[in-house]
């Protein structure tokens, strides 16, 4: 149905190839350094947005092309717009042809307010062992 459960994971292997093969204490503290990193990008790059949906909602209404089966229920014979809670090549096309946004009928999971929240919280350093 259009998505590779594995994707997240290499993704994640990949940020940490570097630190895997560290110490187990040394790559803990690489791990939460660079979570620290990815929570400060994220939460700036929402801050700074003026848009409805995320960067990657964003993108996938706008790359979409073609028609659905059922505007009124957000469904599709693909089944991405059912699966993902936003609307598929098929339904953004419709939804365009309806004179419609698309980015109305995309989930609130997917809303730049929502992705603010997410990564609002500051991660507060503690003292280790050594300190």
Known sequence: YGVAYTNHVESWNNVILKARDLPIHVF???LRRICLEMFYTYREEAEKSQARLTPWATDH????????????YGTCSCHWWQMMSIPCEHGVRAL?????????????????DTYKVVYEPIWIPIKGIEQ
């Open 61 to 72: 209404c706008e790359s979409r092309k073609f028609m659905a089966d059922s505007l009124t």
């Open 96 to 112: 365009s042809l309806a004179n419609v946004d698309p980015t109305t009928r995309v989930s609130e999971y997917f809303t730049n």
């Open 28 to 30: 803990i503290k690489e």
